[in-house]
């Protein structure tokens, strides 16, 4: 057995009672023993749980404040409003709806306390109050979800429809592009009227109606929540929009192929390193205006 | 009909009682997997006050036994700012060090420190979730299930990165 096969085995616990012995003579053993002992100068430092607590209890309070200063007035509006609130209830569905514009992003938690990110220029909404019998939540443009366990529910774009069962996954639904990448779980991807199951570290994607499957690396979220933006052999085009919409910036593009396929990852923190990735393997420059807008133009020009 | 106190655990999380008992219950180990992810110029203790008051903002939607989940997810999706993200940088804690024995040679001391330093590099470079998953089991002694919910990941996964981090790690600090 090698040397990386043993501290592989080691670590998951499954070498026999001899190869442990042997294991525990090496000069890697000894290494290990060594790292232990020194990681323990780096251990985290204290944490006082009562003054934190009394930190977080005062946030709190500031919260609570706003609810209970109303006092016996409460009481008396409690009819009126519980009438009111009845009428509005029942006479329209109470739909949430959260909204992103370029550059921005948000968080939030759907009624079973899945956790949702929202990339940029996307829109989500669900029914909050009706979410028992109405487990559908609409999205436009670009979220990742991750499912409280036991949980389900569907989600709705223009393209297609995802049913979810207690997974961590990304659903991409832009113009002419559908992609949803499974990071962990089963997620049910339906489009076309065609059911597919997909496991986690895949990804399905339709771009201009084309189906494909793809095996991804083993990433835990997907590159927008690590502030990059990756491409797998896509439309120059998407590429295009995905930058406008992290940089809220208008890009014009001159003499330059926009169907040609893209592959690579730009940063979402760094405007002028994001413009070299996406230009210069294509042979391109560009110009930054003032009026946020970027002239973008191959050399022949 | 409940006959002692506790709540039942599918209560809402809106209630203070509860709410201290929560954050009695998880706010440490929420810090130091904040510490250990990211660092300690990326203010772990903030993060942990973050990750609460988005608890207690939401606590309508979180019964209790779904609590440290929800905490978790908070801090393994925690999107900092890139442009405001600090460089990972973990603390030397003299503390924990034993008064220094004299009879050690000047040679053997700074052989030592240099040791640390290459360490504290190594630990620093590896991948934030490689890095949060090794010191959480090497210093911690969090078992690999333990770690697995709080990364929402498999066991397996756990295992992996953590036999991956020390293979690294005994590269760059080299023979002993």
Known sequence: MDKDTYIRKWVEGSLTEEERKIFEHTEDFKSIAKIDSALSNFSAPPFDVVAEYEKINRTRDRQIIKFTSFGPILKLAAVLILAIGAYFYFSRDQLKSVETLAAQKTELWLPDSSFVALNSQSQISFDENNWELERKVNLNGEGYFKVTKGSQFDIITSAGTVTVVGTAFNVKSRNELFEVTCFEGLVKVIYNHQETMLPANTAFRAIQGTVSFNNITTELLPGWMRAESTFRSVPFSQVIEEFERQYDHQVEVRGVDTDQ???????????DLALKTISIPLNLTYQILDNKKIILSSDKN | MNVNHELPVDENTCDEHLFSQLFKDHASDLYKFLYYKYGANNNPQDLVQEAFAKLWKNCKKVTRDKARGFLFTVANNQMLNELDKQNTKLKYNLASKPSQITNETPEFLLEEKEYSLRLQRAIEELSEDQRVTFLL????????????????????????????????????????
């Open chain 2, 137 to 176: 089991n090497r210093i911690e002694g969090k078992k690999h299930a333990e770690i697995a919910e709080m990364l929402g990941v498999s066991k397996k996964a756990v295992e992996k990165r953590i036999y991956t981090a020390l293979a690294q790690i005994m590269e760059k600090v080299g023979k002993i």
């Open chain 1, 261 to 271: 396929l893209f592959s690579g990852t730009f940063s979402n923190s760094n405007m």
